[in-house]
């Protein structure tokens, strides 16, 4: 069990510059969550994966964001025309179907200058 | 839809002393109930998590939780604090055990030498 990984850890980009994440949840989990937290806030659910299949998209997830799970392995979340406000860190999680305990990764550090 | 809220963004105890975070939560229906925390520029580690089995929950770190509903709480406590839980709290609830997570505001918890 080597946990769930996040590449990159810290992304540092221009407004209106596309960005993306990756997600590696632990390996037999088959949901993968994607929630944002900006400073001094908790996070927020963004997105979520049973398998490749995505079940539920949160408002705050507006038209440039966008999440894959091909595979139904890892996991992308790209963002399109960054804007400042999309400066946050960006966590993913995973856990079994049915079972309440999700495991989160050590987070995407988003600075948009 | 439910929500949480922590009373209090930061907490300051004397090391030794009893740990006492709040956490009221609104659910239309029994609860899934958990304590995060988030050590700086990392990702969040489960605590402790209440799913209708006992009322009391013990976690990690020696924190416990106990779930009341006439008082929709599940406040976190540590008999003795030590200078390693300074950390962020989050409280979090969702409705079913695989569903997304809503999270407070979060606690920052400082230990006074």
């Known amino acids: 069990d080597t946990g769930v990984s996040q590449n990159p850890r810290h992304k540092i980009t221009k407004r209106g510059q596309n960005v993306t994440f990756r997600c590696d949840p632990i390996s037999e989990h088959n949901r993968l969550y994607w929630y944002r937290q900006t400073l001094g806030q908790g996070p927020e659910f963004l997105t979520y994966?049973?398998?490749?299949?995505?079940?539920?998209k949160s408002r705050l997830l507006s038209d440039r964001f966008s999440a894959e799970r091909p595979k139904g392995s890892f996991s992308t979340l790209e963002i399109q025309r960054t804007e400042q406000g999309d400066s946050a860190m960006y966590l993913c999680a995973s856990s079994l179907a049915a079972v309440e305990t999700q495991y989160f990764g050590p987070g995407t550090r988003l600075l948009v200058l | 839809a439910q929500s949480v809220t922590q009373l209090g963004s930061h907490v300051s105890v004397s090391e030794g002393a009893l740990v006492l975070l709040r956490c009221n939560y609104s659910s239309s229906v029994p609860p899934y109930l958990f304590w995060y925390v988030q050590y700086p520029n990392q990702g969040l580690q489960l605590l402790l998590k209440y799913t209708s089995a006992a009322t009391l929950v013990k976690g990690i770190n020696g924190f416990e939780a106990e779930f009341k509903k006439s008082e929709t709480s599940f406040h976190l406590t540590k008999p003795s604090a030590h200078m390693s839980d300074a950390a962020e709290y989050f409280c979090a609830v969702s409705d079913l055990p695989d569903e997304k997570l809503t999270f407070g505001t979060g606690t920052r918890l400082t230990i006074i030498p």
């Open positions: 994966f049973q398998n490749e299949a995505q079940l539920e």
